[in-house]
């Protein structure tokens, strides 16, 4: 089974709109962290966002806001006041962290963000 | 400034002559990994270290072979590339090895074509 899973391709928005990326995971560790980075066309993976299992509170930095639904195992991706320096990838991703384990980063395949004007 | 360095960021060779894809981090970071990027399939990971002279498999290590005798680097070495191998590879670090709330820091990226 898919651990991350975004369903969106791509995704067009308009200058100065919000948009919301969708992001659903799968884990039965009780301790896990939700990650979101953005690939613009230069290619370097850029880290934006990070919400824990146990936060209370979703996430914000500047325009970005974690939308995070525990019950429903997704982590969706807020961006406020889109601008053109926004078009880019973006990856929802995981890191689980059960005892003993590596806990690497599992990836989704990520969603192609346009922005317009 | 902190930072994860890979070179070289392009690379063109031909089917079974070895290379080697360098990393370091000047973080002090115990956690170090290696990504491979293709369309369509996301980042996945190649090897993994969490601490000096400790490496460990990923998802998709066949081809590749790593090693990890100083903390701030590790080299990803292809000993024998073949065209299945031309893909976007990333290094990456976290402070903490197991820490479920360390986020990884990438490297630029290198975009290796095997011909």
């Known amino acids: 089974a898919q651990k991350i899973t975004q369903t969106q391709p791509g995704m067009f928005v308009q200058e100065k709109e919000a948009v919301t990326l969708d992001c659903t995971y799968d884990t039965s560790d009780p301790s896990y962290g939700l990650f979101w980075y953005k690939q613009p066309s230069s290619g370097e993976m850029i880290f934006l966002i990070y919400?824990?299992?146990?936060?209370?509170q979703n996430a914000t930095e500047g325009r970005y806001s974690l939308n995070f639904q525990k019950a429903r195992k997704s982590a969706n991706l807020v961006i406020s006041a889109s601008q053109l320096g926004d078009s880019a990838m973006y990856f929802c991703a995981m890191r689980e962290g059960g005892t003993g384990t590596a806990s690497k980063l599992t990836f989704g395949t990520g969603t192609r963000l346009q922005v317009t004007l | 400034e902190a930072q994860v360095t890979q070179n070289p960021r392009y690379l063109i060779t031909v089917t079974g002559k070895k290379l080697t894809v360098t990393c370091s981090q000047n973080m002090n970071h115990e956690y170090m990994s290696w990504y491979r990027q293709d369309p369509g399939l996301g980042l996945r990971q190649i090897y993994y270290?969490?601490?000096?002279?400790?490496?460990d498999k990923g998802d998709v290590p066949e081809g590749y072979k790593v090693s990890r005798k100083e903390k701030r680097n590790f080299p990803l070495i292809l000993e024998s590339p073949s065209p299945n191998q031309t893909s976007l590879y990333f290094c990456?670090?976290?402070?903490?090895?197991?820490?479920?709330?360390?986020?990884?820091?990438f490297g630029n990226g290198t975009r290796l074509t095997v011909t």
């Open positions: 990456a670090s976290s402070l903490v090895r197991s820490s479920y709330n360390s986020p990884l820091h």
């Open positions: 270290s969490m601490n000096v002279e400790v490496t």
């Open positions: 919400q824990g299992s146990y936060d209370q």
